[in-house]
């Protein structure tokens, strides 16, 4: 059986991960901290495609809006 619980616990797990790998490659820079810029590349998604995680993160919302949406038309 499908649960969006589970996709979006995988998501929010992967993006996680994404963000705490760009603030170490930041914080392991030395000099001065000024005008530092985090630099995401395909690499660090699945598969090398980002586009994975923005269609599920899409999905997601999708599902959500669906089940706010049917019990508000029934009132």
């Known amino acids: 059986m499908f649960h969006i619980s589970k996709v979006v616990m995988l998501v929010g797990t992967k993006l996680q991960h994404v963000v705490s790998t760009l603030a170490l490659e930041i914080g392991e820079q030395t000099g001065p901290s000024i005008g530092n810029q985090v630099k995401p590349r395909?690499?660090?998604?699945?598969?090398?495609?980002?586009?994975?995680?923005?269609r599920l993160i899409q999905f997601i919302i999708f599902q959500v809006m669906i089940l706010i949406y049917i019990p508000c038309q029934i009132y």
Request: charged share 25%; hydrophobic share 45%.
């Open 42 to 54: 395909d690499g660090l998604f699945w598969f090398g495609k980002p586009d994975i995680s923005l």
